[in-house]
């Protein structure tokens, strides 16, 4: 528009590295106004400040702020996604909606997502959340477990229950079947790498890989999910984005296969583990260097033992008929997942290389889930053997600690 007086309505604009109004801006943005009118007004109610739409983003590109829709684009998929599943996480009773979710990942992240993304996110990943929230909704919907056979789907999950003496669990247990594949006690059961170790470590020892594996919506699983997606995609002609995605993130209140089997896990074995822990743990210094190394050789191996002979024993449990389950029932785990045709499904292993696999396990390596080093583990099991003593049990296991005090010294 023309201009013929020649005057300047932006002349008493600050200048460009005017701190206050630096500092406003990324205050407005933090709070989730991103509307230009709306901040120009603000900055003129807060600081007395005029200054042009085109000024305003000038100021935003300096301070490198931007909106929902450019910041959606701009984050790789796999970090916006966890954004996503880190809120829900947070939110175990379905409580928030997408605009609550999307609020709570400003607050705690500062990166404005669109509702739009937020929204197909958590259609994607908590479907059942928006029966949740509506009025009639009273409770958490159940219905009956359904899967073609053995290794349609693969259910994993920490447990955490040992976790405060120093020995996290993370396990995989087959749908159809409900059969443990794996448990094994970790240093740390939220370590992306160890998690992504042990994902390898059970494809290699079964030579193949389910249709589709699910875990809760915790950051520790995202390589697992990388590796599951990028895997499905080289040794299957299966669409990884189709109707069953290669690895799916819900709920642990929904991953029910793996909670269920926590359940029994902690009410069978974990208590008295617990318990024999507990009772002699007066004996250990854990200041004390050579207790604490031997401590972290020991208990663990204790530990692993103990969770063999539980899956052992749960895998072969026959279990209580139950006619309204779908799955098998009234059949040992162990059984149904060998037999699957007599049970009416089908063997849903995707073959994969094993030195593929091997390649990408000795790329991470075995030390995410190890305890001590080599060296001492083959200098703590040579002490252990001049004991004479042919199996640690819940009645000797603190003895044998003390015993071996001396010998690690």
Known sequence: MPNPKGKNQYQDCPPADDDDVSKALVEYHDRGIT????????????????????????????????????????????VKRQLVLDELREDPLSRMGPDMLRESILDRTGKHLTRDYVTS????HDPEGFLHRAPTAKKIIRSPLLSDGPNHEWSADGHDKLSSFGFPIWGVRDKWASLWLLLRVVPNNQLKLAIAYLYLSLLYETGGMPIQSTTDCGSETTRMFALADALRAAFSDLPTNGEQPAHRFMRSVHNITVEHGWYRLRVSWGDN???TYESGSHLYNPLDATQHELHEWLWPKFVQQELDSFRNCINNHVTRYDKDKVLPSGVAPSVSYTLYQQYGGRQCLIPVDREVVKALMDEIGEDVIRFVSREYEAKAEAAFATLGIPKLT???????????IPLMS
């Open 121 to 124: 996110e958590m259609r994607l």
């Open 35 to 78: 509307s230009a009118k709306t901040i120009l007004a603000l900055l003129k109610a807060d600081l007395d400040v005029t200054i042009s739409r085109a000024t305003l983003f000038r100021r935003k590109e300096t301070l490198n702020i931007h909106g929902s829709g450019r910041t959606t684009r701009d984050l790789p998929d796999t």
């Open 394 to 404: 819940k009645q000797n296991i603190w003895r044998v600690f003390v015993d071996m």
């Open 273 to 275: 583990i617990k318990a």
